[in-house]
């Protein structure tokens, strides 16, 4: 998403990209070649650290286990900051970023760019203004499978000269190089960098549905997968969340994931008519009054299609959701997804995350005390310790 981030935030007209920053030469100098007038730097901090006040704003687009130290070093020195998502691999880290970025008062916006997508958008308008009525329960569903089974990984083998692996691995524990395991993709399936296929693709799918209906922190999580590794990520979980309820859901919301091979889920069990096809990844809402469905990224359909016959659906555009940002660091409006938000959602995501190492036990949350009330083992996955040398205040 690097090169992509990239391309959508310089498209601004009022944005020049005076920094470049990667661990990987190579990909640094074909940035360079797209921003010839930027000066280029192997680690952010040195970056931050030299460019100081000539830059006014940062965009993080790194492997899930940098957003945060890198964001909250640029909230340290005062920067707005763009974070790839999901906003942070632990979720002490999600709670930090949100209440110094709040603290800060500094524009920011998590990097799910389709909450800005006009699809996204009219669902969240449907949702809160009643079209099925209270919801009671969530599907939730992608069939990608970011998660890896197997063993210890070999052979270990020197990084590429172009990568600095001291600085890849940043805050995570020291390891030996794995081609074609860790840089620049596969890392996602790793739980000391990634989040899986729920952090990954979850953080979109769980997007609209957490903001039609304002929820705030999970009561409990509960993930059925295969034993915890100590390596990667599980290949399927389903995940049953329990929500308290809000004005647009009943007096508790039931929430489940499912990914890789458990997804979708059959229709038969959704109440959906018979010889429907499910898309391959979106959510189900569950209404007093009917049910929506919303593809990825696709118009939402409602059920019984007979009984919304005539129902008119709200007008909304697509915003850019990059342009957004950078309009909010020029004091023009705000963004729809500041960390506010993203460290709410990310929050309720990754205790599911944590509750893949604990199959078949259900986490109960107090979110006030960011603490897992009935199994203490769970409480040290809640946050890591960074490596020396890689500390960042307001982390510690």
Avoid at 19 to 29: F, N, P, S, V
């Amino acid at each position: 998403m690097g090169g992509a981030d990239l391309k959508s935030v310089s498209s601004h007209a009022a944005v020049e990209v005076a920094g470049l920053c990667d661990t990987d030469a190579g990909r640094l100098a074909a940035a360079l070649t797209r921003h010839p007038g930027a000066k280029t730097f192997r680690d952010y901090r040195e970056m931050l650290n030299e460019l100081d006040d000539t830059v006014d704003a940062v965009v993080v687009s790194t492997p899930d286990h940098t957003h945060a130290p890198a964001a909250m070093t640029a909230l340290n020195a005062g920067k707005p900051v763009y974070c790839q998502k999901p906003l942070t691999h632990e979720v002490f880290e999600a709670r930090r970023l949100r209440e110094v970025s709040q603290e800060k008062r500094l524009p920011t916006q998590m990097g799910i760019q389709i909450h800005s997508a006009a699809p996204y958008r009219r669902a969240v308008r449907m949702i809160q203004d009643g079209v099925i009525g209270k919801v009671s329960r969530i599907h939730a569903w992608s069939f990608k499978n970011w998660g890896y089974d197997g063993g210890a990984l070999t052979p270990e083998q020197s990084p590429p000269k172009s990568v600095d692996w001291n600085l890849w691995l940043g805050v995570a524990a020291e390891r030996p190089f794995v081609s074609k395991v860790y840089h620049p993709t596969n890392w996602r399936k790793l739980i000391d960098f990634g989040t899986g296929t729920l952090g990954d693709m979850g953080v979109h799918i769980f997007d609209t549905p957490y903001a039609a209906l304002e929820l705030t922190a999970p009561i409990s999580a509960k993930t059925t997968c295969r034993p915890p590794t100590g390596i990667g990520h599980p290949e399927c979980n389903t995940v049953d969340y329990e929500f308290p309820g809000t004005a647009h859901t009943t007096d508790t919301l039931h929430w489940t994931w499912y990914d890789g091979g458990d997804a979708p889920p059959r229709p038969s069990e959704l109440n959906l008519p018979a010889g429907f096809t499910l898309p391959r990844q979106g959510s189900l809402f569950v209404g007093e009054n009917g049910q929506m469905l919303l593809p990825h990224v696709a118009e939402a359909r409602l059920f019984p299609q007979s009984k919304f016959v005539d129902y008119r659906r709200p007008e909304v555009e697509t915003e850019n959701h990059y342009h957004q940002w950078v309009d909010a660091c020029r004091g023009n409006g705000e963004t729809s997804a500041p960390f506010e938000y993203g460290g709410r959602l990310t929050e309720a995501l990754l205790l599911g995350v944590v509750a893949n190492r604990f199959p078949e036990t259900k986490l109960l949350w107090d979110a006030e005390r960011l603490h897992v009330t009935n199994l203490t083992e769970a409480n040290g996955l809640l946050k890591r310790e960074y490596r020396d040398g890689f500390s960042v205040e307001g982390l510690a």
